[in-house]
């Protein structure tokens, strides 16, 4: 079965910019051999870890949003727990959450405001002018 995820991973600061790249493609290969699709890649920069990770400060984040069952999800977090420029990652199943969305989504356009029972609607009336 087919979900969504969004797949987080942080990179050491000091990889180049064109290594990072590779690394990426290199991902994301790996997740289309194992039956992932690829929806989307954000490259976020450079930013500060709240605390030290192997020893460092600042990462590169990246975010995948994947299509995928989890077969694909664990052979993508395998690749990522043994390649080195990856200091950190994790995985979200995002699908039930947008599943809950659209269920009240659909709740909130199928109600409609009725008047309480037992009263009837005031129609709108002219009042009577005598001359």
Request: proline content about 5%; cysteine-free.
């Amino acid at each position: 079965m087919q979900r969504t995820y969004e797949v987080m991973f942080i990179v050491r600061p000091d990889l180049l910019e064109e290594d990072m790249d590779k690394l990426i493609a290199t991902l994301q290969g790996h997740a289309t051999t194992a039956g992932a699709t690829v929806q989307n890649v954000e490259k976020m920069g450079k930013r500060r870890l709240a605390y030290d990770v192997k020893k460092f400060s600042d990462g590169q984040y990246v975010l995948f949003v994947l299509q995928a069952d989890g077969k694909a999800i664990h052979e993508l977090e395998r690749r990522m727990r043994v390649s080195e420029p990856v200091i950190k990652f994790i995985t979200v199943r995002t699908d039930e959450e947008q599943q809950r969305l659209t269920k009240v989504r659909k709740l909130r356009e199928a109600k409609v405001k009725r008047p309480p029972a037992g009263s009837t609607p005031v129609e709108a009336e002219s009042p009577a002018v005598n001359a």
